[in-house]
């Protein structure tokens, strides 16, 4: 494994942290996380092609999977656990795993992100294969878990996307598409859950939103195949029925309970405008 300058493990721009006030600890953590947007912006075409190529593969029966340990391990959860509420979809359509299994959310197992071959067995679980998609996330971009998987990977014809945010890291020279986010020191020398982390939650929101709009899973701009879980959501669904079809609320309220989707009411309008 070739060396990589870790921008991420660089001193932190700033010292004497415990002397400051609270008032300025917010502030220099503040000016910090602006300058994550940017790096962002400098990525976007690496999350363009690697999108692109996701939607392709997912239009022709694919899946998503996204692996990860410790911080990085548990957005990539957090978006693929998100996607079937907000667009309707199957828990299995973008799959998210996290070294050290799902007790790894809430709790650090050890030496689990060390373990260059488990990767792969826990993607084999869900039978993974050519038609799937692999992006693998790793502030550091050395973490063997990912790194080991996108190996596998590879040699299994399954494409492969990274984020890191170090650049010229292992884990982008295994990947087809590597994405890097270059965000800098962080605020707190090496705690990578500060701006790397903030990075990693926005380019997976831009990956997963893009990619569920490109499958025809918004309407405009509405989420029409959410699900009505609760009151908020079933509120939300009478609104975009109000507003779409300009209809009263307790009239939207009987067609979000009768037909249980925003989308087939919508759809059923667009064929019998006059009921």
């Known amino acids: 494994m070739h060396k990589v300058k870790l921008i991420t493990e660089q001193p932190s721009k700033y010292d004497n942290l415990e002397k400051m006030s609270i008032r300025e600890l917010l502030n220099n953590i503040n000016k910090e996380d602006k300058s994550v947007p940017l790096a962002i912006e400098k ?76 990767a792969w067995k826990d993607l084999e679980e869900f039978d993974i294969n050519h038609k799937d998609v692999l992006l693998g996330i790793a502030a550091s971009g050395t973490t063997p878990y990912v790194i080991g998987g996108l190996k596998e990977a590879k040699r299994n014809n399954v494409i492969t996307g990274s984020i890191s945010c170090n650049e010229g890291s292992p884990l982008s020279f295994e990947a087809d598409y590597p994405i890097e986010l270059i965000v800098g020191p962080e605020f707190v020398t090496g705690s990578t859950r500060m701006k790397a982390g903030t990075a990693q939650k926005l380019v997976l929101n831009m990956i997963s939103t893009a990619v569920m709009i490109k499958l025809g899973r918004v309407m405009g701009n509405k989420m029409v195949d959410m699900q009505l879980s609760n009151k908020k959501l079933v509120n939300r669904g009478v609104k975009m029925l109000v507003d779409e079809l300009n209809i009263d609320e307790k009239i939207a309220l009987i067609l979000l309970e009768k037909h249980k989707s925003v989308r087939k009411i919508l759809e059923e309008h667009k064929l019998n405008p006059e009921e």
């Open 43 to 118: 990525a976007i075409p690496q999350i363009d092609e690697f999108v692109s190529t996701a939607v392709v593969k997912m239009q022709d029966g694919g899946r998503l999977f996204y692996i990860g340990a410790g911080t990085s391990g548990r957005l990539g959860v957090l978006d693929a656990s998100e996607c079937p509420p907000t667009f309707g979809v199957s828990d299995n359509w973008i799959i998210g795993l996290i070294a050290g299994g799902d007790k790894a959310l809430r709790k650090a197992v050890e030496n689990a992100e060390d373990d260059v071959n488990q």
